[in-house]
């Protein structure tokens, strides 16, 4: 009976350990394929990104969130023009605020936890990326990262969601999708904030990026709910 029972005991970890080599076999064939086939969405003519394959496209109250579901990932791109941030921002120290203030606003409305915030560079414009923890039900990715870049008042937010086991599994595909970005008008005047006239208020930019940021999830979710009707 001993002899048996370790023999059960050995059977039973044997395929836990066969389980978990397929889902990371499984992980890789996927990403490895995706990779292969790469749909190029242009926005407005003036950037493009690579999805995984042909996005789905929503446009309403001013703005287009572009969306496409992978086996082990989903990849979103909210694209919304507000010209009051070219009138409000004067210094990188307000772009900063009006970050933050869009990071508060995302956290508050998907009420998700906030694990790492770094400043980031796309060619000569300045961004943010975050790292968020969701409460989400089994199997839903909980594990999110978000990129925030303004451009000439056109705000560009990248997410890119999976489950947090697969955080390490996906850092390829996932610095694939980010680091695929590009402006389409090479030497256009590209800004972030204007040359002062006179004295703004730093909480000015603070309270727009709040407002903004949680529109956006707000938005974001009613997109999510819309693709997955039509499924």
Same mark, same amino acid.
């Given at each position: ?47 493009? =990104? ?14 287009? =969130? ?83 870049? %303004? ?11 999976? %489950? ?34 006179? =004295? ?10 709040? =407002? ?20």
């Amino acid at each position: 009976m001993k002899i048996n029972f370790y023999l059960y005991i050995e059977s039973q970890l044997t395929t836990m350990k066969q389980k978990f080599l397929f889902s990371i076999l499984f992980c890789c064939i996927s990403f490895s394929v995706s990779a292969q086939n790469r749909y190029r969405q242009t926005f407005s003519n003036f950037a493009a =990104i690579d999805f995984p394959g042909k996005p789905r496209v929503m446009d309403t109250l001013g703005q287009k =969130i572009y969306s496409y579901t992978g086996d082990s990932a989903s990849y979103t791109v909210i694209l919304r023009d507000d010209r009051d941030v070219s009138q409000i921002l004067q210094s990188e120290s307000d772009l900063d605020e009006y970050y933050d203030g869009m990071i508060e606003g995302i956290l508050k409305a998907e009420k998700s936890k906030l694990i790492a915030k770094t400043k980031i560079q796309f060619e000569s414009l300045k961004g943010m990326q975050i790292e968020c923890l969701l409460e989400t039900k089994k199997n839903l990715p909980n594990l999110k990262f978000t990129r925030l870049i %303004l451009l000439n008042s056109k705000i560009i937010v990248i997410d890119y969601s999976t %489950l947090s086991e697969y955080r390490n599994l996906t850092e390829n595909d996932r610095a694939t999708f980010f680091n695929s970005l590009q402006l389409l008008e090479r030497g256009a005047v590209v800004n972030q904030y204007n040359v002062p006239d006179k =004295i703004q208020s730093h909480s000015t930019a603070y309270m727009l990026g709040r =407002i903004t940021g949680f529109l956006l999830l707000v938005l974001l979710v009613g997109g999510i709910i819309y693709f997955v009707a039509k499924k």
